[in-house]
């Protein structure tokens, strides 16, 4: 299975998930992607699991799930639908 993103780090404080992706540092403003994440505690904001393949994080205290796409603002080419080559 082909990895969409390399997601080397996930810290969560106050405000902001700061995340090392592909090798890349980003600061995110948690109230402009999720409502729910912004509402949450701190102890549920640090529970996460990010997925394997490295598509995304889910919050399951809060049944939230972002994209990496989304969060770091890239878009992949859905792998169903790309063209071979």
Not at 14 to 39: F, M, N, P, Q, T
Not at 57 to 79: K, Y
């Amino acid at each position: 299975m082909d990895k969409a993103h390399d997601v080397e780090r996930v810290e969560v404080s106050g405000g902001r998930v700061i995340l090392i992706v592909d090798g890349k540092r980003y600061e995110i403003d948690i109230a402009r992607h999720s409502r729910r994440l912004a509402r949450a505690t701190e102890a549920q904001r640090r529970n996460f699991v990010v997925s394997p393949a490295g598509y995304g994080i889910r919050w399951p205290d809060i049944d939230e799930d972002l994209s990496i796409d989304g969060l770091i603002g890239v878009a992949h080419q859905d792998p169903i639908t790309k063209p071979a080559t």
